[in-house]
């Protein structure tokens, strides 16, 4: 087979698959982001996590940086947590705002992204909410698939720095390129309400 022939070939794979569109590059790029995280924040503490296992003592509310697929700034209303060793502990900081040892509020955008956790005793994740756009924040949803794989280190005093990778976003790119959308988060050009 000669070169042009697998050329125009190949055009024709790309162009009927939905490769070929904005949407679909848009796509792309929001997955490479979703991988990684870069953020700072106001608050102090220390914190480790792998998926819904965690530990550390931190309380930050606010971020700025690179963190669910989204360069820029999020509201301290919509970004904030808490991880202390017991829910004892909060009782005498003076700070409760729930029974729970720990507890985070994230609403990126309208991808899927957005969620809350609380936990009842320290490093496990038992409530997880999935925060969308006409979707219930109290209804319990476990479809929150990128909050499972992530792994952060937060740090700091003051401000906090965050840093972050997610294995499963990472095999959420590398399957998007055949328009397989494992996490269910390629928008395209579809608007949603």
């Known amino acids: 087979m000669n070169k042009t022939v697998a050329y125009m070939l190949l055009a024709l794979i790309v162009g009927t698959s939905g490769c070929a569109t904005s949407g679909y590059w848009t796509d792309r790029s929001r997955a490479a982001a979703d991988v990684f995280t ?9 914190k480790a996590s792998v998926g819904p296992v965690h530990t550390g003592i931190l309380r930050s509310w ?42 985070e509020h994230f609403y990126p955008d309208f991808r899927g992204k957005g969620y809350e956790y609380v ?14 756009r006409g979707i219930d924040p109290k209804k ?26 997610n294995p499963g976003e990472l095999l959420d790119f590398i399957l998007g390129w055949t328009t397989f959308d494992l996490f269910k988060d390629d928008v395209g050009t579809m608007t949603r309400l």
Request: net charge positive; charged share 10%; aromatic share 12%.
């Open 119 to 132: 936990s009842t005793w320290p490093f496990l994740t038992t409530h997880v909410w999935q925060v969308d």
């Open 62 to 103: 606010g971020s700025a940086g690179l963190r669910a697929g989204l360069v820029g700034s999020f509201h301290p209303v919509y970004a904030e947590e808490g991880e202390f060793p017991a829910p004892l502990l909060i009782r005498r900081m003076g700070c409760i705002r729930s029974p729970y040892s720990s507890w």
């Open 38 to 46: 870069l953020a700072v924040a106001k608050g102090s503490g220390i």
């Open 140 to 165: 319990p949803n476990l479809l929150v698939h990128p909050y499972f794989t992530q792994i952060e280190v937060v740090a700091g005093l003051g401000g906090t720095v965050r840093v972050g990778f």
